[in-house]
């Protein structure tokens, strides 16, 4: 059986091409590592919308599941930007598919309530100091929400970066850390 890594994508890359979930992420990290350990499932977001639909995304998981082989207690999940809310918004209507979620660059924060779902799942938060376009203080809200609950997230803020810091997704570190994780 095998681990998945489920990838939900930012805003530039919505539409109808597939090749597009390939510039960035997971999914060209897989392309380039031979041997990569995960199974990648980077669905596309429809122009226009958003990582909202989180009973269709868990039916999608629990389908590609089922369908190839994965270790139900090694499914992850990160996101980068829209992705990264992405993240919160899944993990928090459904933390029992996941057994780590990583949300990068995430653009909205997760509510209390949200937080509360979230309490017991490995987080690594990841973002850019000098991010622009989706504010560091939405990633800290969340984490201190987090924090308040008991939770331990790690919270990585990169220095002198940006919003846009795919080279996340290029750390070996990144998917390790992913892996040392199997769901309670």
């Not at 009973?55 to 090694?74: M, N, Q, W």
């Amino acid at each position: 059986m095998w681990p998945m890594l489920v990838f939900l994508h930012g805003s530039s890359l919505r539409g109808n091409d597939l090749d597009l979930v390939k510039r960035y992420g997971p999914s060209r990290a897989a392309a380039e590592q031979a041997n990569f350990p995960l199974i990648v499932l980077s669905p596309q977001c429809p122009e226009g919308e958003a990582w909202t639909d989180a009973e269709g995304l868990a039916a999608l998981v629990a389908a590609v599941s089922k369908k190839h082989r994965v270790d139900p207690e090694r499914v992850y999940l990160a996101g980068m930007s829209l992705g990264g809310s992405g993240v919160w918004h899944l993990a928090s209507q459904h933390p029992e598919y996941f057994a780590a979620v990583a949300p990068v660059a995430a653009c909205r924060t997760v509510s209390e309530a949200g937080a509360k779902r979230l309490a017991s799942l490995p987080i690594w938060a990841i973002h850019g100091e000098k991010d622009t376009v989706c504010p560091i203080q939405n990633s800290e809200r969340t984490i201190q929400y987090l924090r308040t609950l008991g939770s331990a997230p790690r919270f990585t803020v990169l220095p002198d970066k940006g919003h846009y810091i795919t080279e996340v997704f290029a750390n070996r570190e990144f998917y390790d850390w992913l892996l040392t994780h199997k769901r309670k």
